[in-house]
């Protein structure tokens, strides 16, 4: 499923974190304070100088309600955080940092909430507090999150937002909301720290917010033109459309399913999409009763919002579309039932290719290929196939035989090759036509093949065909070192799982112009293994540097777990989690597709 993984991949804003910088200061001896010992450790040079209230905590906090002393004090009480957080190896429970953060936390928050810090002091404290991740400093972040107006404090909202959600005060839910719906990204100070709100709604995914984002994405965006609504509105829904997928809401499975109904919310689709796939098997039913055309307020809703999105400016909408908006609620729900995964999806989509038009049974076959394979749907989707002209295409305009047979590969079933060979071979139309889907086929058969397949291949590989020069030549002379390759690997390891496990261990294999090796080892996996290899697979992802046959080994897991598994997924998650940590945008980009594989495994265990 390579266009599903595209489409459904997403990017990520960077995370900016700042650092406290503070200069040192000298100041008159403070009177004799009784003795901390811990506190001591924190400010080594009061041991020397017992006079120097500059490098006395308890001073400085003291000097917080003098308006003419609080900036420096606030600088030293920032450098003490820092010099105690490198003596305990950042950790805020450590033994130089914990007494601190006793002392200071709660007379820093003070100051902020009672009101009467300049705006460039208060955002000092604030970026203290938000550093300091002490529940004790909440209530000061909290009040910067119910203060915020656009275009004023910006930057304070960004750290204050981080912190609530990483230290999940409760109390502070509300405000953080309430700050979000403010929050215009179409305006260029809030458009800086858009993402670190949406990252902090999002670790912190509070149950109150179900009704409000309900609300949210259920808003029509009446004019695409309107970049500045349109920018506004993108930024809200698919904050929203994460956070209902995040609180696996129930409510809002309709609402979820008119955003992937309309094309003019195209932007949020993805989002609402893996949403559903989330909150996984509750969505089924609703979504198969619009397959079905049993839902009539959804299905009409589709009609409506694909006329109106093909409207042109004089009011007129070609006859083409005004067809294909009968049916317009096929295509977006069998995409929502083939990514979702679940099993209870396969007869009802048998089902429905039988009444649909030609367009749509290639669609509802593409996504029925998704889910776990059964006799019945395998033998429904070569039907569609062999009746589907070769020249057809679907949206968004690509073949749609060259579609089927991309999704069929994944399904790692030999078995198929001798057929797709016979069918390839049997084609009939124009020249040029012919040559596309007999390559499709070749390239598919390609990945699937086993050794003792080869003389069937060697039929399609090996046809006739006129040359660029007029003169007959072998059809398959394109795909000679791929095909040649591939032979040869096939007739190196056979059906030798264990070969195919160690071309994957070889570095060399994805690499340069081995790639193919590599690639072909994974669907070799997937062809002669079983729900054994999946463990094998995860525990090699670093070793298979090519990013193409990451994915092929993603697919594998994917489709040898009919019934999900919730340890592959956590192991797959730590993997993701430590790719984004990395900050490498190749590492990120060769487990993002596995995030989708992740949500599939859960929600087939449920």
């Known amino acids: 499923m390579p266009s599903q993984a595209t489409n459904l991949a997403s990017t990520f804003f960077p995370v900016l974190l700042g650092a406290l910088v503070a200069a040192a200061g000298c100041a008159s001896p403070a009177p004799p304070a009784p003795p901390a010992p811990s506190l001591l450790v924190v400010a080594p040079s009061v041991a020397s100088a017992p006079d120097s209230d500059a490098n006395d905590p308890r001073v400085q906090v003291e000097k917080l309600a003098d308006p003419a002393a609080r900036d420096l004090a606030v600088h030293r009480l920032a450098q003490f955080f820092e010099d105690a957080m490198t003596k305990d190896g950042k950790d805020r429970n450590g033994p130089n940092v914990k007494p601190l953060l006793d002392l200071i936390a709660s007379p820093m928050s003070r100051i902020c909430v009672n009101g009467d810090l300049d705006e460039k002091m208060r955002s000092k404290v604030v970026r203290l507090l938000a550093e300091v991740r002490d529940p004790r400093g909440a209530p000061c972040l909290v009040e910067v999150l119910k203060d915020y107006e656009p275009d004023t404090s910006e930057e304070d909202v960004r750290v204050a937002a981080r912190a609530v959600a990483e230290m999940k005060v409760q109390g502070a839910a509300g405000p953080l909301f309430e700050a979000f719906t403010k929050l215009r990204h179409s305006k260029p100070r809030a458009s800086l720290i858009t993402r670190d709100v949406h990252d902090a709604l999002l670790g912190f995914s509070h149950p109150s917010w179900e009704s409000p984002c309900i609300s949210m994405i259920g808003r029509p965006i009446a004019d695409r ?98 067809k294909e908006a009968n049916t317009a609620h096929v295509a977006p729900v069998a995409l929502i039932l083939g990514s979702i995964g679940r099993e ?52 968004p305009g690509v073949g749609a035989r060259d579609e089927l047979l991309a999704t069929m590969e994944y399904l790692f079933d030999a078995e198929l090759v001798p057929w797709m060979v016979k069918t390839a071979l049997a084609a ?52 000679e070192r ?74 594998v897991i994917d489709r040898h777990s009919p019934k999900g598994d919730l340890a592959i997924a956590a192991e797959l998650q730590r993997r993701i989690d430590e790719a984004a940590a990395t900050k490498d945008p190749n590492q990120i980009a060769k487990m993002n597709p596995f995030r989708l594989i992740v949500h599939r495994l859960r929600t087939r265990t449920q």
Request: with cysteine.
């Open 225 to 322: 033109r309107d970049i500045t609504v349109l920018k506004d509105e993108l930024y809200w829904q698919i904050t929203c459309a994460e956070i209902l997928g995040r609180l696996g809401s129930v409510n809002a499975i309709e609402p979820l399913i008119k955003i992937v109904l309309s094309p003019v919310k195209a932007d949020v689709q993805v989002t609402a999409i893996y949403a559903l796939i989330k909150i996984g098997k509750p969505a089924i039913e609703p979504t198969v009763k619009v397959l079905r055309s049993e839902n009539a307020g959804l299905v009409e809703y589709a009609k409506v919002e694909l006329l109106k999105a093909n409207t042109g400016e004089d009011g007129v909408v070609s006859s083409v579309v005004k």
């Open 344 to 395: 209870e999806a396969i007869q009802p989509m048998i089902e429905t290719i039988a009444k649909a038009d030609d367009v749509a049974k290639v669609v509802i076959a593409r996504e029925l290929l998704k889910l776990p394979i059964s006799n019945a749907s395998r033998e429904a989707v070569q039907r569609v196939f062999e009746k589907t002209p070769i020249t057809m295409t679907i949206p």
């Open 428 to 479: 009939r139309g124009d020249e040029a036509d012919l040559e596309s889907v007999r390559a499709a086929t070749l390239v598919t058969v390609m990945k699937l093949m086993k050794a003792s397949q080869i003389p069937e291949v060697d039929k399609l590989y090996n046809l006739r065909v006129r040359g660029l020069d007029g003169k007959p030549a072998r059809f398959g002379a394109a795909y």
């Open 482 to 555: 791929e095909y040649t390759m591939t032979k040869d690997l096939l007739k190196e390891c056979g059906d030798a799982l264990d070969c195919y496990f160690g071309k994957l261990r070889d570095p060399g294999s994805h690499t340069g112009d081995r790639q193919m090796i590599g690639m072909k080892s994974a669907y070799m996996v997937g062809v002669l293994g079983g729900p054994e290899v999946r463990a094998k697979l995860v525990e090699l992802l670093p070793l298979i540097k090519n990013a193409a046959a990451s994915f092929i080994a993603g697919q």
